[in-house]
């Protein structure tokens, strides 16, 4: 059954910790994206990756980081320099970097900082 | 920030009745993408508009785009309790390949 896994469902830290979310997909895409949301707003890209080894910075990419050593897997990284982690984290991925492709979404990954 | 406005933010309807949600931009937009996402679901793609004046379809679905290509619609006829969800934009523009999400309408239905 292909589609992409994020891993944990609910994640809890404490001030000041690094967190690394797990992003995994099976679908043969070429690129990946990470996006933040927050209640009552949208979807805001933090970093995307169209090829292996190779990713770019979002709209908010302050305090996160990100590798891409697989195709297959795309970790985001929290950092302690963002200032206001608490949100929901969705992975998505899509065939190649066009306008016209759809992104396939992961279940995504609560985050709470406390 | 956000670079389309999608209106309204939130849309209370009873079950039969139609809903509309429009996003509207200051600018062309080269294509745009509908998504849905269910409580506590993750986005799921609905459909893309390309072409000026363009209207697709799906079942009970109307999709719009603007002949100026600046703004889009979703028209939901005779809502049922299965269409409850936050729909949201995504329109790209220019040269950009990236989407830009609109803060979405979420939709409840009273049954």
């Known amino acids: 059954d292909g589609g992409i896994t994020q891993s944990p469902k609910y994640l809890f830290r404490k001030e000041g910790q690094n967190v690394t979310l797990s992003c995994e997909q099976n679908l043969n895409h070429d690129a990946m994206y990470w996006y933040r949301q927050d209640p009552g707003q949208g979807l805001r890209l933090i970093y995307y990756?169209?090829?292996?080894?190779?990713?770019q910075k979002g709209d908010i990419a302050e305090g996160y980081s990100v590798s891409r050593e697989k195709k297959e897997s795309f970790p985001l990284t929290v950092t302690s320099a963002q200032k206001n982690p608490t949100a929901f984290y969705l992975c998505a991925s899509s065939v190649g970097l066009s306008r016209y492709n759809e992104q396939f979404f992961g279940p995504g990954t609560r985050l709470t900082v406390l | 920030g956000q670079q389309v406005m999608q209106i309204p933010q939130y849309q209370h309807v009873q079950e039969g009745e139609d809903f509309t949600t429009y996003c509207n931009s200051s600018?062309?937009?080269?294509?745009i993408q509908w998504y849905k996402q269910r409580p506590g679901g993750h986005p799921v793609f609905l459909i893309q508009?390309?072409?000026?004046?363009e209207v697709k379809k799906q079942k009970r679905l109307t999709f719009q785009f603007g002949e100026a290509k600046k703004n889009s619609s979703l028209h939901i006829t005779a809502t049922q309790t299965t269409d409850v969800g936050t729909y949201f934009c995504?329109?790209?523009?220019?040269?950009?390949?990236?989407?830009?999400f609109g803060k979405g309408t979420k939709l409840t239905v009273n049954p």
């Open positions: 508009l390309v072409k000026s004046g």
């Open positions: 995504a329109p790209t523009k220019g040269g950009s390949e990236k989407l830009v």
């Open positions: 990756s169209q090829i292996v080894n190779d990713f």
């Open positions: 600018t062309t937009l080269s294509n």
